[in-house]
């Protein structure tokens, strides 16, 4: 009888979206579940953007398969935005446009390590990067950032993780689970520890960029001498609410990009024609719905942040980014409700999917095991009743 292999066997499934799947099927079930789980926005794509993708279909000029490494206008708009915005000098042939940031991530991995090379992944961190990692034959070194530092790992704990098989580093700022966002003085310290170490690859995530509350985003590539060792993600799915879209980005070292485009054209190829046209129209239209979105995301945190706050047990942080909040709830471990026994924040992930249909995700996934995530990119009257049916049911355990 025919088996799976030992490396689809060596990855999760994803937790978000095992946890989004759980919520829909109660759904169906007729169950009312409010789902946090989901990192995706609760906008719709703005109307400009939604009209670009219509008038490239009513052009006929966009039906045949595009470039593998998307259309030169758009790698030009986006080698322009990278300049404009963040002071990063990435020319149009160094960007890859791909189905997704998650596959320009997975194309960098794939191009750059070999069998045993080791990825830091500052944690926590995103759930498909260590799968990733594995994916791609190597080994992901895991620096913990705690609450008490808002989750960043610091430097000197990169220091300490680097070892001669280190090939790769790989962060997210603004972070997705924590929301945390790296200073320019924080990512010059990393910047300094990496100085000697011309051979690791840095995978600086910033898909989250426009969703910051904080001070002005920051790209560890304007450092002094990292530019030709980091590679940039971006792309449309969270400041542009484009997530179905599937359009995300890199700008990256030639040889790596050379090789990201390599290894999608025997993938993929590239990505839809169709949803290239919306994203040229995204970075070349009008910000105010992005701006709004991110006003109204600051709003939800203000009101999330306070709400959390009142429940007994929950460590809470202010999130600089993103929309997320990743409290720690480490107080309910070993509490119990009808014997239903909570053991780890999976299980108590589970009794409030059940009990308080509440759908939210278990920390254990980003690489906290005390920890569980929140998304707020819900609508204020949703988050106002889950978050009191969770504080209603996590009254019930003793």
Not at 362 to 373: I, K, M, Q, S, V
């Amino acid at each position: 009888m025919s088996t799976l292999s030992k490396r689809i066997k060596s990855i999760p499934e994803s937790a978000t979206l095992a946890m989004a799947a759980k919520a829909r099927e109660m759904k169906e079930n007729g169950v009312e579940v409010i789902s946090l789980s989901l990192g995706e926005p609760d906008f719709k794509t703005p109307k400009h953007i939604q009209k670009g993708a219509m008038d490239a279909i009513q052009s006929e000029n966009y039906f045949a398969y595009p470039p593998v490494n998307g259309y030169p206008d758009l790698r030009k708009a986006i080698s322009a935005k990278f300049q404009q915005d963040n002071g990063l000098s990435y020319a149009p042939d160094q960007i890859v446009v791909s189905n997704g940031a998650k596959q320009s991530i997975a194309n960098v991995f794939m191009a750059i390590l070999n069998p045993g090379d080791e990825v830091i992944v500052l944690t926590p961190y995103w759930v498909s990067y260590s799968a990733m990692i594995l994916l791609a034959e190597g080994t992901p070194v895991f620096v913990r950032g705690t609450i008490e530092n808002d989750f960043k790992a610091t430097a000197d704990q990169i220091k300490e993780a680097i070892t001669d098989k280190t090939k790769a580093l790989i962060f997210s700022s603004p972070c997705n689970p924590t929301g945390s966002v790296f200073t320019k003085t924080e990512l010059e310290a990393i910047a300094e520890v990496l100085k000697d170490r011309r051979d690791i690859t840095v995978i600086s995530d910033e898909i989250y960029e426009l969703i910051n509350f904080g001070a002005k985003h920051e790209s560890i590539g304007t450092i002094a001498d990292m530019i030709d060792r980091t590679v940039t993600v971006n792309g449309f799915s969270k400041g542009f609410a484009m997530t179905g879209w599937r359009v995300g980005y890199i700008g990256a070292p030639a040889w790596i990009a050379k090789a990201a485009n390599k290894m999608q054209g025997q993938y993929t190829s590239g990505n839809c024609s169709i949803a290239q046209r919306a994203a040229l129209t995204a970075l070349t239209g009008p910000m105010e719905p992005t701006h709004e979105m991110a006003e109204a995301y600051e709003s939800r945190r203000a009101l999330v942040y306070d709400l959390l706050k009142e429940i007994p047990g929950f460590e809470v942080n202010m999130p600089q980014g993103a929309f997320y909040f990743f409290p720690n709830v480490k107080y309910y471990l070993g509490k119990v409700n009808k014997g239903v026994k909570i053991n780890t924040v999976n299980d108590l992930c589970m009794y409030l999917l059940e009990d308080a249909h509440v759908s939210l995700v278990t920390g254990e996934a980003f690489g906290d095991p005390e920890c569980l995530r929140l998304s707020y990119a819900a609508s204020e009257s949703d988050l106002k009743l889950a978050i009191a049916k969770v504080k209603e049911s996590l009254a019930k355990l003793i």
